[in-house]
Every structure is written in C-alpha cells, then in structure tokens.
C-alpha cells in the first residue's frame, strides 16, 4: 500500500510534441555551448572522465571550469536513469510511487522560512461604536525554532492532502550550529511525521550521521534503501548554468549511497534566465539534464528526479514571484519535458507574494495549485503554509492549503462517464419522475458518505458580516496540535541518540 | 553641438542603452550609439568631464529614480541605466584623476561571504553603486574574511558592503568586522551589512556601521559615508 495523490490521467500538454523536442534539442546545444561553468573539481572530473571538453578559468576568487557537455553523455545519462522512485517512509502506507510513466500527484510541503507566523484571536473594540467588539486574528512574526519544527511536523503528520514532508522552519534556536543543524532537523521531523521526508543539507559533514539516523529508522541499509525514509535536495545548480562546488559533491555522494535527490534548479525569469518562456525552460532544463548527468555518471541507475522550479522575478524589486501566470507557464513546460524524459518530476506551486493569510494569498495560492498539478508532475512542494516568497509559515494557512490541495485533488478525478454509470441515473431519473415532489436528494446519501461529494467549505464562519476563515484555521491548529504525536519507538530514539552525535537532549521524548 | 550630444547621453542613459548593440526601451535606438560610445565622442570633442558627468551621466540617472518613484520604470530599467553609467565611468575614470579629482566618488569593496551562493542582490547593489559613480571592487560569493580584509587593505577602500541570505553564514560577517578590528583596520572602513535575513539589530549587534534594505539604501549609506 502507498500513498494515493490524484490521479491526473490526461495531462495537460502546454507544449505540442515539436515544441518539446526544440526545447530538448536546444537545451543540448547550450550545453555544449556556452556549456556549463564548474566550480567542483570531482564533478570536473568526472565529465572530463566521460568525454566532456573541459577549459580551465578563474571565478572571482575561486577555480572554475567551462565544461561543454556532448549531447550523448546527455542521452547516455537518460538512458540509465530510473523512471521509478520510491520513497518511503515511517508508516509503509505512507510511500509514495513516483513514476514519470504515471500520472499520480503528491503534495508536499517546503522549504526552510526564516520566519514563523503565530496567529492569536484578539478583541477588537470600535473606536466609532464602543459597543461593536470583534474578535480578529492578530498575526505576529517570529523566528523559526528547533520546537516550531516538531509542530510542525505533527501538523504535516495530520493533513490529509500532505503527502511528503519538506521542513519549512528554519531552526534558529541559540544552540543551534552549522555543526549540529543537519541532525536536529532531521531528527525534528523524522520524530514527529510518519511520511516521507525530503530535505537539503547544511553541512556536507553531517550526511553520513543524517543518513545513520535514517538506517536506524528504517532497520539497517538494505530497509533503507528499500524504504528510503529520506532522501536529499541538492541545489546543485546556480543559475544561469553553473555547478556550485560544494553542492555537488553531495550530489555525487548521496548518488553513490542510492538515495532518492532532487536535482533542484531555480532559476528567476528576468534575473537568472530569460522571462520568456522559451529560454526559461530551455535554460532550466539544460540545468537539470546537467545534474542528472553528473549523478548518473557518479552511480548509473541512482534515483533522482527532475527538480526544476522555476519562478520569474517581481519588476519592481527583482524578488522571486510565484503567483504569477508565467510561474505556471514554466513550471507546467518542465513537467512535460521531464515527462518527455521519463524522469519522476519535482514541481513546485502554492506560494504568492502575500505576507499574511487572506484574500491576496488565496488568490495567488489557489491559482497555481489548481493550474499546476494539471500536467501531472509526480510531487508538488512549497505547497503547504508558506507565503511571501518562501520567507514566512504560517500553520493556519497550511490548514487552509489542505483543504484547497482537496479541493484540487477532487477537480482532477477522473470522468465517471461510462454504459453503467448511464444506466444507474436512468433508472433514477425514471424514479424520481413518478415521485410527487420530484428531488434527487435521496440518492446523494451514500455517495455522501463515500466521498463522492465534496464537503462545504469548513471555515465558513457564523456571522454574515465579517470574514472568519483564519479563526476557523487556528482552532482547526489547535485541535491537531492536542492529538499525541506519532514519535518514534523508545527504543530507536535511545539507539539514534547513542549513535548520532550532536541531538539535543530535549527533542528525546523519552528523556528522564 | 556640445549640448546636442550631453542631450543624447541623458535620453541613452534613460533608455539603459549601454553600447550601440542595446535594443534600449523605446523604439528608434537601434545601431545608434549608447551611452559608452556617446561619452567617449564628447571627451574626444573636449567637452569638460565634469560637465559630462554632471549635466550628461549624473542628471540622467537623477531622471531614471524619479522615473522609478513614479512607478513608471522597474528595476530592469534602473539596472540597465546604471549599468551604462557604470560602463561610462570606467571610460571617464582616467580623465576625472587627469584633471586632478579623485576619479570616482569613493571606493567600495563589495563581498557575499564564506558559505554563502546567494548573489542577486549583492550585484544588483554593486550595479547601482556604480551607477552612482563610486568605484566599486566586487569579490563575488562565498569570500572568507580574511580574503575581504586583506582586499579592504590593499585597496584602501572607504567603504566594505557584505550580502548574506542564510542564517548560517550571517557570523561569517561578524567575524569580518572581528578581523578588520584585530588587523586595527576598523576605523579606515565603514561596513554595511544586507542580504534578507539581516536587519538593523543585528548591524548593531555586530558591529556594522549600516544595515540597507536594498539597493537604493546602499547607494545613500555610501552618499553617507564617502
Ligand atoms: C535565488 C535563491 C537561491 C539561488 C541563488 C542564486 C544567486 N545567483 O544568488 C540558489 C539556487 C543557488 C540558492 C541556493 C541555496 N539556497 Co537560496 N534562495 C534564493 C531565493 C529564492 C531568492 C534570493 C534572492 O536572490 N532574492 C532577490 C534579491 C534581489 O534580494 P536580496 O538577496 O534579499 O537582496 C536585496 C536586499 O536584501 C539588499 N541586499 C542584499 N545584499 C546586500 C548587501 C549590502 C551591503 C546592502 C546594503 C544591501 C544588500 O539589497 C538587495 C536588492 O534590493 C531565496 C528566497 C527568498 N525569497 O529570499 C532563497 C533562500 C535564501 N535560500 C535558502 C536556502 C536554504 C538555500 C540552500 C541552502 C539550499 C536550498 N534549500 O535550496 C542553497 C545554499 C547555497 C549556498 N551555500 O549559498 C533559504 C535560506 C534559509 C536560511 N537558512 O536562512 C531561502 C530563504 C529559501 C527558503 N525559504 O528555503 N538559493
């Protein structure tokens, strides 16, 4: 048993199949040339090893090399990649299959705010009329901490249309480092969540603890490699079309030990790529053919997915923007053209520019939920609580996010359009019309109860002047934040904590 | 006619138009000289520097922030005019000490620091510091303090600006300004600190003579400051 997503059984196509291959083969000609610009020795090496030309240069302060990429390491490289990726997780009916030969979508959330936003409902008085009191959520803004992660974990635990689990707090306790940073977040949220966990790392020297913590979990290195319960992101690329160093080492590593990576380019339409759709996506697939090159020369048939998440840039400020119709033109391109190359595909929608929950963020936020999942990407991040830009979350609007993430799961089933489909209404029809009030409202009911229909939308509030969506959210918050928390067994925790260097003791719930 | 070419400096300045390759704004530009070729003819016709600069380069980037207050132009339209003002200064640079000034109007070491990718808003800043005629030497990303203090020296550079995006790398900048105060370095440079995460507190916090919020507040901490 895995987990469900939506079935999106005819993709939308924005491209036609000649725009595809023009995009594909222009993708190969940029890399070639002006080929990619590499910072990383060891992936230098590896491309040169395979039959890349290679020419020495100097980047600011640091060696660098132009390496132009000949289209048949490209296609060799798709040529062993797996158009399969599991990814596993604590509970096994949490698993998701991503398969770029599908057209299952999974739903995530993402990626490391800085800022958590706390809502509190507060008593308002009127200046006007004194006697007019009303209760509005006020919003403050923190930062994130190491128990902001936990909650939210158990959050994402509970909502119903998050299928996979990307941290969304940064942990900025006091005793947080860059030396301890990696296993506590992972430890946060793998403690508190039993779906599949992706995530970045900090510090390259932490992969090897993170990774002992996740054989711990899943029962030693061969349950973990078939039930990864984690798997990396790698920002490998620095657009436009550079291999940043350090990056792709881990890329190379997490390659070699089997686990499922994120190939994850992001580059801004009108800063780090053309605004025009055709260079984006030629550009940012050229990217992302460039990872999967160098991951599958590292380790044939590793698992990796096509991450490309591109945004386009805000006119007036140069700040990444998502809510916008070419972030939904970019984004459903590259899950064709990942389609094209049966790679699974990371995509990304749900973010807008909007502070704070309300009418701008559900207009920004609903746009591309419901636009992108129509061209069936195997997983969509960011799309869980997150606004402006990536800077805030906001447990509330992550609330609301999963009920709109169900309203988008349901808009995509499939048409129940078939000969006894047919002939099930007729016969009702025929029966309704010999009734003397003449309403179908009796053959609802078990349709009801099934699923079938789709629920009022359950923030709606009491009152008729006055909009009460984010009070509903927060008690709907609260309730999920009194449900126990599905931490790990005592017993892995004293294992993880005897083995992995480097945990704070008071994420230990067992801790005396 | 030497009106007639400071007039064409301040409409290419306004059209962002580098060189003559620039497809500029509006229509009507194309193959005629930007803003590089234009300033290089005026010198040649000996028409005072500071009379380019003041009444060409100066006046057309004063029109381009108005135009930008206005809600008329974007950043795009700021960059690319700044852009071309910087490329101009390069050319006038040796002219302005030739004449006994001091060149630019200042020096400014530009860095992200160790650890740390992030780069657009570091450029965009170093772009429009430029543009304001202030010579900036620009490191690009992940530089170790050491690196950044040994090139405030060198340079003698009036002014140090450090860009971070990640919580982690935000010490890398106070232990710059820790370096520059043990090599007895700190009361030569200013610091101005940005990139998102940070904030004013934090400037205070360690050290920092400046935290700017963006590329317009950078340009008036080095008015401030040089
Ligand atoms: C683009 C981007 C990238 C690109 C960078 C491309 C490039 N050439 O810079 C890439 C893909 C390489 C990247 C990589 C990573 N990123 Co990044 N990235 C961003 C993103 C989306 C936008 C940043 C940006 O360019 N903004 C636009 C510019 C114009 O704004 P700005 O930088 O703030 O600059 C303005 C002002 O701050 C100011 N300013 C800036 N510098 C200075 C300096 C001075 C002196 C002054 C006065 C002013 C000033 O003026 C500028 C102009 O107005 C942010 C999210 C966000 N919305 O901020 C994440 C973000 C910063 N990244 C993040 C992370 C985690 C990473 C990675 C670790 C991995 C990952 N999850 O992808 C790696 C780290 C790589 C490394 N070692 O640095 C997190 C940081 C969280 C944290 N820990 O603090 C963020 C917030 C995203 C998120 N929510 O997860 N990233």
């Known amino acids: 048993m895995s987990r469900e997503g939506v079935n999106v059984a005819k993709p ?121 009191q009303r209760v509005f959520p006020a919003i403050t803004r923190r930062r994130g901490t190491v128990a902001d992660l936990c909650k939210s974990a158990h959050l994402s635990d509970n909502l119903e249309h998050l299928d996979f689990f990307i941290r969304n707090v940064n942990i900025q306790d006091p005793d947080i480092n860059e030396g301890n940073k990696d296993v506590n977040k992972f430890f946060a949220s793998l403690n508190n969540i039993t779906k599949h966990v992706m995530g970045g790392l900090t510090d390259f020297g932490q992969m090897d603890h993170v990774v002992h913590m996740a054989e711990i979990i899943a029962g030693g290195r061969e349950e973990l490699l078939k039930n990864p319960v984690i798997s990396f992101i790698t920002s490998v690329i620095k657009s436009p079309l550079q291999v940043v160093d350090e990056t792709a080492e881990k890329l190379i590593k997490v390659a070699r030990l089997g686990l499922p990576v994120v190939i994850s380019s992001s580059p801004q339409g ?36 096509y991450g490309a998440v591109p945004v386009r840039a805000r006119m007036d400020d140069l700040h990444d923007m998502y809510g916008v119709p070419e972030f939904c033109y970019y984004n459903t391109s590259c899950a064709q053209m990942a389609r094209f190359y049966e790679v699974p595909c990371y995509s990304t929608a749900g973010v807008g520019d909007a502070k704070v929950p309300g009418i701008q963020a559900a207009a920004e936020k609903m746009f591309t939920h419901a636009v992108v999942p129509r061209s069936a990407p195997d997983i969509v991040h960011y799309a869980f609580g997150l606004l402006e830009k990536t800077n805030p979350f906001c447990p509330e609007q992550a609330v609301l996010d999963n009920h709109h993430i169900g309203m988008v ?22 029966e309704v019309m010999q009734t003397p009030h003449r309403l179908y409202s009796r053959y609802t009911r078990r ?58 003791p008071r994420l230990n719930p067992y801790q005396v | 006619m030497s009106e007639k070419i400071i007039e064409q400096i301040v409409a290419n300045v306004l059209q962002g138009r580098r060189d003559q390759s620039d497809e500029g704004i509006d229509e009507g530009y194309d193959g005629t000289p930007g803003v590089t070729e234009l300033v290089e003819e005026a010198l040649e016709q000996g028409i005072p520097v500071e009379k380019v600069l003041a009444e060409g380069l100066s006046h057309g980037m004063t029109l381009v922030g ?161």
């Open chain 2, 66 to 226: 108005e135009k930008y207050e206005s809600g008329e132009y974007f950043i795009p339209d700021m960059l690319a005019a700044a852009e071309a003002v910087g490329a101009a200064m390069d050319i006038m640079e040796p002219y302005l000490v030739k004449d006994g000034g001091q060149g630019s109007k200042g020096k400014i070491v530009m860095a992200t620091v160790e650890k740390d990718q992030h780069d657009i808003g570091k450029n965009l800043v170093t772009i429009m510091l430029k543009g304001a005629g202030y010579a900036v030497v620009d490191l690009g990303v992940n530089v170790p303090a050491s690196r950044i203090v040994e090139v405030v020296e060198k340079e003698k550079a009036g002014l140090l600006g450090l860009s971070a995006l990640l919580d982690t790398t935000m010490p890398f900048m106070k232990q710059t300004i820790e370096e520059l105060e043990n090599k007895n370095l700190k009361d030569n440079v200013r610091v101005m600190i940005g990139g998102a995460p940070t904030n004013e507190d934090f400037a205070r916090e360690i050290g920092a003579d400046a935290h700017g919020k963006d590329a317009f507040a950078a340009v008036k901490i080095a008015d401030q400051f040089l």
């Open chain 1, 409 to 430: 799961k349901f808009l995509y089933r499939e048409p129940r359009v078939d000969e006894s489909e047919m002939e099930r209404v007729k016969e009702i029809i025929e």
């Open chain 1, 12 to 132: 939308y196509q924005r491209m036609t199949r000649e725009q595809v291959e023009l995009v594909h083969r222009t993708s190969l000609e940029l890399l070639e040339k002006p080929g990619v610009l590499v910072y990383s020795q060891e992936a230098v090496a590896l491309l040169s090893d395979a039959g890349a030309r290679v020419t020495q240069t100097r980047e600011g302060e640091y060696d660098a090399w132009w390496v132009s990429i000949p289209s048949s390491l490209v296609q060799k490289a798709l040529e062993s990649v797996p158009s399969k990726v599991v990814l596993g997780a604590r509970n096994p009916e949490n698993q998701i299959v991503m398969d770029a030969r599908g057209y299952h979508v999974y739903f995530g959330s993402g990626s490391e705010t800085n800022f958590w936003l706390d809502v509190k409902p507060e008593t308002f008085v009127s200046q006007e009329n004194p006697e007019n």
């Open chain 1, 270 to 305: 009108g800063s780090t790529a053309p605004i025009d759709e055709a260079g984006m996506v030629a550009q940012v697939n050229a990217e992302v053919l460039t990872g999967i090159v160098i991951n599958q020369l590292a380790q044939p048939g590793a698992p990796v997915i």
């Open chain 1, 447 to 504: 349709l009801l109860r099934s699923g079938g229909i789709f629920p009022t939308y359950p923030f709606e509030g009491e009152g008729d002047d006055q909009d009460e969506t984010l009070l509903k959210a927060h008690e709907k918050v609260q309730e999920i934040m009194d449900r126990p928390r599905q931490h790990l067994s005592e017993a892995i925790c004293r294992e993880i904590y005897a083995q992995v260097p480097g945990l704070l």
